[in-house]
Protein backbone atom coordinates (compact mmCIF):
# COMPACT_ATOMS: atom_id res chain seq x y z
CA UNK A 1 0.00 0.00 0.00
CA UNK A 2 1.11 3.82 -0.95
CA UNK A 3 -0.57 6.93 0.58
CA UNK A 4 -0.02 10.00 -0.09
CA UNK A 5 -0.89 12.66 2.52
CA UNK A 6 -1.92 16.22 1.84
CA UNK A 7 -0.84 19.84 4.45
CA UNK A 8 -1.41 22.68 4.68
CA UNK A 9 -4.74 24.07 3.12
CA UNK A 10 -6.63 26.32 4.64
CA UNK A 11 -8.46 30.24 4.49
CA UNK A 12 -6.64 32.91 2.88
CA UNK A 13 -7.80 36.20 1.57
CA UNK A 14 -7.23 37.15 -1.54
CA UNK A 15 -3.52 37.96 -2.54
CA UNK A 16 -2.08 35.94 0.42
CA UNK A 17 0.00 32.70 0.25
CA UNK A 18 -0.05 29.28 1.10
CA UNK A 19 2.34 25.92 0.93
CA UNK A 20 0.62 22.80 0.48
CA UNK A 21 2.55 19.40 0.95
CA UNK A 22 2.36 16.18 0.25
CA UNK A 23 4.11 13.03 1.94
CA UNK A 24 4.11 9.92 0.69
CA UNK A 25 4.59 6.50 2.40
CA UNK A 26 3.91 3.01 2.11
CA UNK A 27 5.98 0.40 0.38
CA UNK A 28 7.80 2.34 -2.95
CA UNK A 29 10.10 1.15 -4.77
CA UNK A 30 10.30 4.23 -6.63
CA UNK A 31 7.51 6.86 -6.40
CA UNK A 32 8.43 9.07 -9.87
CA UNK A 33 7.12 12.72 -10.49
CA UNK A 34 4.34 13.99 -8.17
CA UNK A 35 1.84 16.44 -9.16
CA UNK A 36 -1.07 18.79 -8.07
CA UNK A 37 -4.51 18.78 -9.54
CA UNK A 38 -7.63 20.62 -7.60
CA UNK A 39 -11.11 20.47 -8.16
CA UNK A 40 -13.57 23.92 -7.68
CA UNK A 41 -16.94 23.11 -6.45
CA UNK A 42 -19.53 22.10 -9.78
CA UNK A 43 -16.06 21.77 -11.98
CA UNK A 44 -14.16 18.90 -13.09
CA UNK A 45 -10.80 18.17 -11.24
CA UNK A 46 -7.78 19.76 -13.19
CA UNK A 47 -4.25 19.72 -13.42
CA UNK A 48 -2.79 22.41 -11.50
CA UNK A 49 1.46 21.25 -12.10
CA UNK A 50 2.78 18.23 -13.17
CA UNK A 51 6.72 17.89 -13.58
CA UNK A 52 8.00 16.58 -16.71
CA UNK A 53 10.90 14.23 -17.06
CA UNK A 54 13.28 16.52 -18.57
CA UNK A 55 12.88 19.03 -15.26
CA UNK A 56 10.43 21.27 -16.86
CA UNK A 57 7.06 21.67 -15.08
CA UNK A 58 3.75 21.97 -16.66
CA UNK A 59 1.59 24.44 -14.95
CA UNK A 60 -2.06 25.48 -15.60
CA UNK A 61 -2.20 28.24 -17.53
CA UNK A 62 -4.44 29.89 -14.47
CA UNK A 63 -1.54 29.32 -12.04
CA UNK A 64 1.15 30.39 -14.49
CA UNK A 65 3.51 32.85 -12.08
CA UNK A 66 2.18 32.39 -9.02
CA UNK A 67 2.12 28.40 -8.05
CA UNK A 68 5.45 26.99 -7.92
CA UNK A 69 6.03 22.99 -7.18
CA UNK A 70 9.09 21.94 -5.61
CA UNK A 71 10.61 18.95 -3.50
CA UNK A 72 11.43 19.20 -0.49
CA UNK A 73 14.33 18.25 1.60
CA UNK A 74 11.96 15.05 3.44
CA UNK A 75 12.13 12.23 1.32
CA UNK A 76 9.19 11.63 -0.65
CA UNK A 77 7.77 15.11 -0.43
CA UNK A 78 6.30 17.56 -2.46
CA UNK A 79 5.06 21.26 -2.30
CA UNK A 80 2.86 23.67 -3.86
CA UNK A 81 3.59 26.88 -2.88
CA UNK A 82 0.57 29.49 -3.97
CA UNK A 83 1.37 33.23 -4.09
CA UNK A 84 -0.90 35.92 -4.84
CA UNK A 85 -4.38 33.49 -4.38
CA UNK A 86 -7.48 34.45 -5.97
CA UNK A 87 -10.62 33.47 -5.18
CA UNK A 88 -11.08 31.58 -8.36
CA UNK A 89 -8.14 29.37 -6.85
CA UNK A 90 -10.56 28.24 -4.39
CA UNK A 91 -10.79 24.61 -4.67
CA UNK A 92 -9.84 20.44 -3.15
CA UNK A 93 -6.05 20.80 -4.09
CA UNK A 94 -5.42 16.44 -4.47
CA UNK A 95 -1.43 15.14 -4.84
CA UNK A 96 -1.32 12.46 -7.39
CA UNK A 97 1.67 10.04 -7.54
CA UNK A 98 0.71 8.83 -11.31
CA UNK A 99 3.28 6.27 -11.82
CA UNK A 100 4.48 4.16 -8.16
CA UNK A 101 6.93 1.66 -8.74
CA UNK A 102 5.99 -0.76 -5.84
CA UNK A 103 7.69 -4.69 -5.09
CA UNK A 104 6.44 -7.42 -2.56
CA UNK A 105 8.60 -10.84 -2.96
CA UNK A 106 9.23 -11.10 -6.96
CA UNK A 107 6.05 -9.25 -7.50
CA UNK A 108 6.61 -5.68 -9.28
CA UNK A 109 3.84 -3.45 -10.06
CA UNK A 110 2.86 0.07 -11.02
CA UNK A 111 -0.06 2.41 -9.05
CA UNK A 112 -1.37 5.28 -9.51
CA UNK A 113 -2.03 7.04 -5.94
CA UNK A 114 -3.99 9.84 -4.66
CA UNK A 115 -4.45 11.91 -1.77
CA UNK A 116 -7.28 12.51 0.25
CA UNK A 117 -7.08 16.63 -0.89
CA UNK A 118 -6.85 19.56 1.63
CA UNK A 119 -9.43 22.47 0.81
CA UNK A 120 -7.94 25.88 -0.07
CA UNK A 121 -10.40 28.72 0.56
CA UNK A 122 -9.80 32.38 -0.75
CA UNK A 123 -11.67 34.62 0.62
CA UNK A 124 -12.42 38.18 2.63
Known amino acids: QVQLVESGGGLVQPGGSLRLSCAASGNIFRLGPMAWYRQAPGKQRELVALPSSDGSVNYADSVKGRFTISSGNAKNTVYLQMDSLKPEDTAVYYC??????????????????WGQGTLVTVSS
Open 96 to 113: NAPRVRTISGSESRYLEV
